[in-house]
């Protein structure tokens, strides 16, 4: 039994899909098939009953997974704080937005600052905005590649390099609605009047009338009032594209975001947005890891040649 077959299992018993949840992992679903099987077989319980139209939990799977959800969770931040924690001088670790992309001046620094010191061991984690935050003024990480927090940002603590200023852009199943590149707010708002924007549950944000509001202040000129706010309460960012690509509502993003690399879900441009998502680098100051400055440098120099 290996940790893989277990996230398998537990997200199969979550979307009761097979095809959803080969696609989330990247895998066939003659795959995945398999490793539920092999699973099965190995704890000798029937985990799933299968028949051409339907896939249900068994008992004993649905006493399984309530037993095992909290355990993989406990265990998956177990092995991320033992990473976080190794104690090998030519780590640097770095971490970023779960939902988002690395930025594309960081990933070619980060193979150039291989490239200088061949040993040095590059590990890069996804974890919530606020956890990154903790973790950068614990000395979890060395440096974040987030998008910029006016709190983060002015904590004289910190130092942030912007390195990606994107529109927005509104993320959409193409099964659920038929729109073009570009998207008016007029023709926004019509698209919150018709369907649920989700939202991650953000400490900023818990009820649906902050959420509206919030949007409402992001996207002038749209009244808060349509938009229909979904708030996710179980569940990361991470899992935002599962969610939209299961037709169950649409998101806002930018364009490096996990929305982008998931063949179902398209992204239109939101006119009249530029700059509405700053992203970049977060670290502290006086950074303890001398490879920090050394990377941010390096980073700076390959956004220079991208504006050339």
Aim: with cysteine.
């Amino acid at each position: 039994m290996t940790t893989q077959q277990i996230g398998y299992f537990l997200k199969l018993a979550e979307e009761l899909n097979y095809t959803k949840v080969a696609q989330a992992f990247f895998i066939t679903q003659p795959t995945l098939s398999k490793q539920i099987v092999n699973l099965e077989n190995e704890l000798k319980i029937t985990l799933f009953d299968r028949d051409h139209n339907a896939v249900r939990l068994t008992r004993a799977g649905q006493k399984f997974y309530d037993r095992m959800k909290p355990i993989f969770l406990n265990l998956m931040d177990a092995i991320r704080d033992a990473q976080s924690y190794e104690e090998d001088r030519d780590n640097l670790i770095i971490g970023i937005q779960e939902e988002q992309l690395v930025s594309n001046s960081l990933m070619l620094a980060i193979n150039q600052l291989r490239s200088i010191y061949p040993d040095i061991k590059v590990v890069i984690h996804r974890a919530g905005s606020e956890e990154l935050r903790e973790g950068l003024a614990n000395g979890k990480y060395d440096l974040v590649n987030v998008m910029s927090y006016p709190t983060a940002a002015e904590d004289e603590r910190f130092q942030f390099v912007s390195l990606d200023n994107e529109p927005a852009y509104l993320a959409y199943s193409r099964k659920l609605l038929r729109l073009g590149d570009e998207i008016t707010k007029q023709e926004l708002t019509e698209v919150f009047a018709e369907h649920d924007l989700i939202l991650p549950v953000i400490k900023e944000a818990v009820d649906n009338e902050q959420a509206r509001r919030i949007i409402g202040i992001q996207m002038k000129g749209i009244d808060p009032d349509k938009i229909h706010v979904k708030v996710i309460q179980t569940g990361r960012a991470i899992s935002l594209p599962v969610q939209v690509s299961s037709q169950l509502g649409v998101s806002l993003c930018n364009k490096s975001n996990l929305f982008q690399i998931d063949p179902e879900i398209r992204l239109a441009k939101v006119l009249d947005t530029e700059g509405s998502y700053n992203k970049g680098l977060l670290y502290r100051k006086e950074p303890d890891n001398p490879y920090v400055k050394v990377i941010v440098r390096l980073t700076e120099e390959e956004q220079a040649k991208f504006r050339e």
